[in-house]
């Protein structure tokens, strides 16, 4: 079993089986900083919502005998929101190297709601996809003009790529089913 490592002083990662033995033994805080919609598809047990784009440091708990571990789908939004809490003062953050993505590689459970909406992501990819689809058939059997439409959405999935911010993504999240 692996421990912590430090990456830099102050935020260190975890690897799967540590933290499995960390909520075993009740030591932990686990907060999950992916969206309402992808929390409600699938989640570790016991992980607390507190999605990356309305992170609130003031929500965080505050358990001095506990360890306080973030998480998301891969590791990348988790390693964000710990330089938010390190950037406000905390003085050591740990998050899930690999994030969900590695909890379920190594075979632990997750709390699954066949019921809850696609993941934002594959919503994104289904929109984008029908989008730039759309814009490619009109440009061939209507108008050149139409495949703007294909270059427009090929440039914000090139800009989300390069800045980690997808408008697309931000604009899915506040339809009402994406919302809990």
């Given amino acids: ?79 964000q929101a710990a330089q938010k809490l390190l950037a406000n003062g905390v003085e050591q953050v740990t998050h899930l190297q690999g994030g969900l993505t590695a909890w379920k590689q190594a075979g632990y459970p997750t709390e699954v709601n066949k019921n809850a909406p696609i993941s934002l992501m594959r919503q994104v990819q289904i929109v984008a996809g029908s989008l730039v689809l759309l814009g490619t058939l009109l440009g061939a059997f209507v108008s050149p003009w139409f495949l703007i439409l294909s270059g427009f959405v090929g440039a914000g999935l090139t800009f989300a790529g390069i800045t980690g911010n997808c408008t697309l993504a931000m604009l899915l999240a506040k339809l009402p089913y994406n919302r809990n």
């Fill in 1 to 79: 079993m692996t421990t912590t490592k430090k990456v830099g002083d102050r935020l260190q990662t975890v690897d799967a089986q540590t933290l499995k033995h960390w909520l075993d033994a009740g030591t932990v805080d686990l907060i999950d900083v992916r969206e309402p919609a992808e929390y409600a598809g699938e989640h570790i047990p016991g992980a607390i919502l507190l999605p990356l784009s309305k992170f609130d440091i003031s929500q965080i708990p505050t358990n001095p005998h506990k360890k306080l571990v973030l998480h998301c789908q891969s590791g990348n939004r988790s390693a």
